[in-house]
């Protein structure tokens, strides 16, 4: 029965595809937006680093939320601001291949269109910036220095990946974005405006995962301090908060990384003056100005480790990670003046992924190192 439910399914996607195909047309062809005098293309510089901002004129975006977005021109998907994600040596880091693999190739553009007056913004990035804290940092919000700093003045609507979470609303509303001005890529995966408008990854610069996630720009977090910094100290109770943090991740939605004896971990570091706190149920305000005023911060390798860049010079970071996760939030805790160690453990078990596996602390290990 399975089997014929699955042929069913494929079926269906086969005569929706046709149908769109048929209606918005064929996507066959790749286009250089340099060639084209309907799209402009301007180069910056910030740290040393250049960066391109697209202004796509009577285009349309497709993106499948995940990995796949494609900006369409004439029906043709356009070279440099489209991307299309795939895995790296087999494992779950991600490079952008050639857009010619971009799933619209294959499958065109199969959800009706909504048109838009006017320019509209994209900051998609990929899967990432749907849900992940770090990513929405680091990967999303810092596109709007990359196109400030090109001097384009205005846009009528910004396309982000999502607006679910709650940290998605409290940084836009600190950055003044209207409501009205925001759209969501999980709502309308399908675009066309007068002009469409997208900017090159902020650090994504050498489309390797293993070195390009190691190496976020300094402008990246000094742009995130000059936004977000001074208003949340002015708008927080700094006083309330402890200077010695563990962050428990008891709100992890991933099975995929985990402290076997995370019990006996929590109750070791809280009987030694440490204040154990589940990140997502603070605001984001005060996550801000918890980081600035903490002295000592350990937690398992994760998102939450982004808040380190509002941490005061030499503030000491703890990370417990499994042996495989790398050194992005090693290098920056060193790239933002802070005391870094690690508690690197092998996994017990492993989920064929680079960051991941379940893990046991030694607790004499974590002892020595707080």
Not at 230 to 258: A, E, H, V, Y
Request: proline share 3%; aromatic share 12%.
């Amino acid at each position: 029965m399975s089997l014929i439910k699955k042929k069913l399914v494929n079926y269906y996607k086969y005569i929706v595809r046709y149908l769109f195909k048929m209606f918005y047309g064929s996507i066959n062809l790749v286009l250089d937006p340099e060639m084209n005098e309907d799209i402009e293309v301007k180069k910056i510089s910030l740290d040393n680093n250049e960066y391109k901002i697209f202004y796509c004129k009577k285009s349309r975006l497709y993106t499948d939320t995940i990995h796949d977005t494609a900006i369409i021109k004439d029906n043709k998907i356009l070279n440099g601001p489209s991307f299309q994600y795939r895995k790296f040596n087999n494992n779950t880091n991600l490079f952008n291949d050639d857009c010619k693999k971009n799933s619209v190739i294959s499958i065109g553009t199969p959800r009706f269109k909504k048109n838009f007056k006017g320019s509209v913004l994209s900051l998609l990035t990929g899967g990432g910036g749907n849900f992940n804290y770090w990513h929405w940092l680091f990967d999303v919000l810092p596109r709007l220095h990359i196109l400030k700093n090109s001097n384009t003045k205005s846009y009528d609507k910004i396309l982000f990946p999502n607006l679910e979470k709650q940290f998605q609303y409290e940084t836009l509303d600190l950055l003044e974005i209207e409501q009205k001005k925001r759209l969501s890529s999980r709502k309308i995966r399908h675009i066309s405006a007068d002009q469409i408008i997208a900017t090159s990854h902020p650090y994504n610069l050498l489309n390797n995962p293993l070195k390009d996630s190691l190496n976020i720009p300094k402008w990246i977090y000094d742009y995130l301090k000059e936004k977000y910094l001074q208003k949340s100290l002015l708008k927080s109770n700094i006083k309330k908060f402890p200077k010695k943090i563990f962050i428990n991740r008891k709100d992890g939605t991933s099975s995929m990384r985990f402290i076997i004896n995370s019990d006996d971990v929590e109750d070791f570091l809280v009987k030694n003056g440490f204040s154990s706190l589940t990140l997502s149920k603070i605001k984001f305000i005060d996550q801000v100005a918890l980081f600035f005023n903490a002295e000592q911060i350990i937690g398992l390798h994760g998102a939450g480790f982004a808040n380190i860049i509002f941490c005061k010079p030499l503030t000491k970071i703890v990370e417990i990670k499994p042996s495989n996760a790398g050194d992005a939030i090693k290098n920056l805790a060193i790239n933002n003046k802070l005391t870094y160690n690690d508690i690197s453990c092998i996994p017990k078990a492993t989920n064929n992924s680079s960051q991941n596996g379940d893990i046991e602390v030694n607790l004499e290990t974590l002892r020595n190192n707080i």
